[in-house]
Each structure stands twice: as structure tokens, then as C-alpha cells.
């Protein structure tokens, strides 16, 4: 069973920066794609962005493009997401998640792990 634990959000001003880490447990992770989605208050949960297994590809929401960086440490089982020039928009829960395979997916329940979210706010 594979364990996930977001750390990293916080409280930020409009412009600013945080990176979110998601430490896995396991010896599989390497060979799972790799998600991070985020929900604001009354709304669904929504793509942001993933990597694949060998983190060679990436996919981006489009309101994150060129902002929002992901990667990923498979010999620390660890993903990140750097996330810059941050907007009042993306207040949310992040949260990540991992797909048992090596392509990810934009959809929430292609996932098959879920971490239990870490806030971001962003103060404007």
C-alpha cells in the first residue's frame, strides 16, 4: 500500500512562491505516475498538474502553465511542485496522488493513492 503526505503549503502573498513536497512510502513508486490536484472551497477537485513514472513527461493545467513546475526524486521517493507568481486562484488543498502506472492522467479517478491535502492560501 503506498502512503502519500503532502507538506510545504502555507500562507503566501500574491507573487510569491511555495514548493509543495509528497513523500511516498514504498519500493513501487518509481513505477507510478505521479498527480497533483487541488479543490477550493465548493468546488470540485481539479487537475493542476502530473509526470509521468520516469518524469519525462509533464502535463500542466493551463492556468498553471509557466508557473507551476513539477517534478520528481524517485530515489527519495518524492514529488514536488514549485509553485511560482502565485495568484488569489489558486488558494486551495493540494493534494497528491499516484497513478499505478507509468502515464499519468489528467482525471481524478484514473488515481489510485491520495495524499490528505496540505492548504494553500494566497493573500492579495
Known amino acids: 500500500q503506498v502512503q502519500l503526505v503532502e507538506s510545504g503549503g502555507g500562507l503566501v502573498q500574491a507573487g510569491g512562491s511555495l514548493r509543495l513536497s509528497c513523500a511516498a512510502s514504498?519500493?513501487?513508486?518509481?513505477?507510478?505516475?505521479m498527480g497533483w490536484f487541488r479543490q477550493a472551497p465548493g468546488k470540485e477537485r481539479e487537475f493542476v498538474a502530473a509526470?509521468?513514472?520516469?518524469?519525462?513527461?509533464?502535463y500542466y493545467t493551463n492556468s498553471v502553465k509557466g508557473r507551476f513546475t513539477i517534478s520528481r526524486d524517485n530515489a527519495n521517493n518524492t514529488v514536488y511542485l514549485q509553485m511560482n507568481s502565485l495568484k488569489p486562484e489558486d488558494a486551495a488543498v493540494y493534494y497528491c496522488?499516484?497513478?499505478?502506472?507509468?502515464?499519468?492522467?489528467?482525471?481524478?479517478?484514473?488515481?489510485?493513492?491520495w495524499g490528505r491535502g496540505t492548504q494553500v492560501t494566497v493573500s492579495s
Open positions: 496522488a499516484a497513478r499505478e502506472t507509468s502515464r499519468a492522467s489528467y482525471y481524478p479517478h484514473d488515481y489510485n493513492h
Open positions: 514504498g519500493r513501487t513508486f518509481s513505477s507510478y505516475a
Open positions: 509526470l509521468s513514472a520516469s518524469g519525462g513527461s509533464t
